[in-house]
């Protein structure tokens, strides 16, 4: 059984700022199966980045994945006000399982 | 765009079951698999299983295993989850998500479940 443990928990910054998302592994994945995905209060899930690096339709470019093996990144280029929410890996493979989540607040 | 519209609400009792529906939109029943989720309140995501409609096989984590059904009616073209003997610990908003196997690309609404005495 894989776990995937984000951190940090919470992290405080300021619109325009960069943030910096981590989701590590218990073991090596295959990264074609590692997504991300924003939530808002109230609000379903949305899919970000799929295999690790690729944006879904209608996402902004400041929004960037990478990664490989055990450790991958969830990059905000310039915080936007709308990019305050919390923040989800996801290995879809086959044993499959989500991150605990980062929230992304206002400083 | 791509729907999945979840059944209403449902307030159950310790140790009854709940059936909670998913119907897509277009041709997704019969291209797509389709996953459950559950978000406790206040949680995280937790992964229930998932099946693809034209197999008909379906996958189910280990930790509801025994516990739930996941099945696709043709008929209908409505998948649906079935989780028995609910506790407290079990009430959550339940989303179905287009994607098995893949990324989760088209969400539900999500069902709230509350288990009530």
């Known amino acids: 059984e894989i776990v995937l443990t984000q951190s940090p928990g919470t992290l405080s910054l300021s619109p325009g700022e960069r943030a910096t998302l981590s989701c590590r592994a218990s073991?090596?994945?295959?990264?074609?199966?590692l997504g991300w995905y924003q939530q808002k209060p109230g609000q379903a899930p949305s899919l970000l980045i799929y295999?690790?690096?690729s944006r879904a339709a209608g996402v902004p470019d400041r929004f960037s994945g990478s990664g490989s093996g055990t450790d991958f990144t969830l990059t905000i280029s310039r915080l936007e006000p709308e990019d305050f929410a919390v923040y989800y890996c996801?290995?879809?493979?086959?044993?499959?399982?989500f991150g605990q989540g980062t929230k992304v607040e206002i400083k | 765009q791509v729907q999945l519209v979840q059944s209403g609400a449902e307030v159950k009792k310790p140790g009854s079951s709940v059936k909670v529906s998913c119907k897509p939109s277009?041709?997704?029943?019969?291209?797509?698999?389709i996953s459950w989720v559950r978000q406790a309140p206040g949680q995280g995501l937790e992964y229930i299983g998932g099946?693809?409609?034209?197999?008909?096989?379906?996958d189910y984590a280990q930790t509801f295993q025994g516990r739930v059904t996941i099945n696709a009616d043709h008929s209908t073209s409505t998948v649906y989850m079935e989780l028995t003997n609910v506790k407290s610990d079990d009430t959550a908003v339940y989303y179905c998500?287009?994607?098995?196997?893949?990324?989760?690309?088209?969400w539900g609404q999500g069902t709230l479940v509350t288990v009530s005495s």
């Open positions: 998500a287009r994607g098995f196997g893949g990324p989760l690309d088209s």
């Open positions: 996801h290995h879809y493979g086959s044993s499959r399982t």
């Open positions: 277009g041709d997704t029943f019969n291209t797509y698999g």
């Open positions: 073991q090596s994945v295959n990264s074609r199966y």
């Open positions: 099946i693809i409609p034209g197999f008909g096989i379906p």
């Open positions: 295999d690790a690096s």
